[in-house]
């Protein structure tokens, strides 16, 4: 395969609910651009609604990569997405266009921009005792554990977040080191890579309101129905990937009888609250990336001089 030197790629990251598909969307259409994307959610068919999933019209007249290639039984792993994102990214510049890597799964980023380390496979057994100890003491607990341990890593997960908490306490187990050393070993995967970042962001306040708003209206549209039929498939369950996505596993628990569709969906909007908060903490640590506000009337010609360059 033909590798190019110093070949750009652009990158739009931001807070979910701030508007980069549409920046990405405007500037596909101006500029020879393929889009991919970067969100975890949006590699599932059958969950459109509540991924905010651009419409098939919009799909159909600027593809993204990456979008619609599994079915919600399936895992995908920032592994896997670092080699799809490879061998793309190399196809389209044999193409004579340019990548644009567009979404908010930090962690997808920050395999690609920092690369993998080594960890080891998941242990059933390990596990097992963990969510045991979890039962008992609560995920807060655990965290207040990984927090003496590894504060590295306790302090980018939130002290509810069971299924990062049991990895970190899983690699420790199994290694006998703490997981943030081990990153600290990885290396970019595309160093003939140069990457172009932007980052979206607005008011904390407006991103709130927003985030409800839209939610809201991911209910209007039918995202209950959604979720009803992923639940009545009979193959899912609340464990998978795809089903711990926001929103979806809020809903999934109302399904179960374990809490009323209120509460789903006040718990559904500040999870989605807690996640931009938690790819803002990751953006900032990004020192190359250049800030745009998503609410400027003039965003576009933010951005023009940027892209410019890229294009010569």
Request: hydrophobic share 45%; with cysteine; proline share 5%.
């Amino acid at each position: 395969m033909m590798v190019i030197q110093n070949a750009p790629v652009i990158v739009i990251m931001g807070p979910t609910a701030v508007g980069k598909t549409d920046l990405a969307i405007e500037l596909a259409g101006r500029y020879p651009l393929e889009l991919i994307s970067v969100d975890s959610a949006l590699v599932y068919r059958q969950m459109d609604i509540g991924t905010g999933k651009p419409s098939r019209d919009t799909l159909q007249q600027f593809p993204h990569h990456l979008v619609d290639i599994l079915d919600p039984a399936e895992s995908y792993s920032a592994g896997q997405f670092v080699r799809d994102v490879s061998r793309l990214i190399n196809d389209i510049h044999a193409r004579g266009r340019v990548p644009l890597l567009v979404g908010g799964t930090m962690l997808y980023f920050r395999a690609l921009l920092r690369g993998i380390a080594s960890m080891p496979s998941a242990d059933v057994n390990v596990r097992a005792g963990i969510d045991q100890r979890a039962a008992q003491s609560g995920w807060p607990a655990l965290h207040a554990e990984l927090m003496q341990h590894d504060p590295d890593v306790a302090q980018r997960i939130g002290s509810n977040d069971a299924q990062r908490i049991q990895r970190a306490l899983e690699v420790m187990i199994l290694t006998g080191r703490r997981m943030s050393e081990i990153q600290r070993e990885s290396h970019p995967p595309l160093p003939h890579v140069q990457f172009h970042l932007l980052g979206l962001n607005m008011d904390r306040a407006q991103l709130y309101a927003r985030i409800e708003q839209r939610f809201l209206h991911m209910m209007q549209q039918g995202f209950l129905q959604e979720v009803q039929q992923l639940y009545g498939r009979g193959d899912l369950h609340a464990g998978l990937p795809s089903m711990r996505s926001v929103g979806y596993r809020q809903l999934w628990a109302h399904l179960a009888g374990q809490c009323s569709l209120e509460e789903a969906i006040a718990q559904g909007i500040l999870a989605t609250r807690h996640l931009a908060r938690r790819q803002l903490i990751w953006m900032r640590a990004e020192v190359t990336l250049q800030w745009i506000d998503a609410m400027a009337e003039l965003r576009l010609e933010q951005v023009k001089p940027f892209i410019n360059k890229i294009f010569g």
